[in-house]
């Protein structure tokens, strides 16, 4: 892909991670949240697959040795994932359309 045909301010919110098995995926960051002293990453896949659209991915932000660096990690606290999901939809209430995985069947 020519990153040339991407709007910059695009390209400033996608970030790269890599998954565990080690391959590079393309994440476009929504917001970061705080809850109860921790930060959360709320990122949606730059390439999602059809039955994953519109998903977002929710990682604990965790220091790393190196200032420059973060590290994220994934949650497995369900109370904790949907807190996090609540506080994100309340702050973008007005610019996206959430959909709840109940009433989309």
């Keep these: 892909m020519d990153e040339n045909n991407i709007p ?45 659209e519109g998903e977002v991915v929710i990682l604990k932000v965790e220091d790393t040795e190196s200032e420059e660096e973060e590290s994220y990690v994934s949650v497995d606290d369900e109370e904790v994932l949907n807190k996090v999901f609540e506080m994100f939809k309340e702050k973008f209430k007005d610019e996206f359309n959430f959909v709840d995985d109940e009433t989309a069947e």
């Design 8 to 52: 910059e301010e695009e390209l400033d919110n996608i970030i790269v991670l890599n998954d565990e098995n080690g391959e590079e995926v393309k994440f476009e960051f929504l917001d970061l949240v705080e809850l109860d002293g921790e930060e959360y990453v709320v990122l949606l896949p730059a390439e999602e697959s059809e039955e994953e």
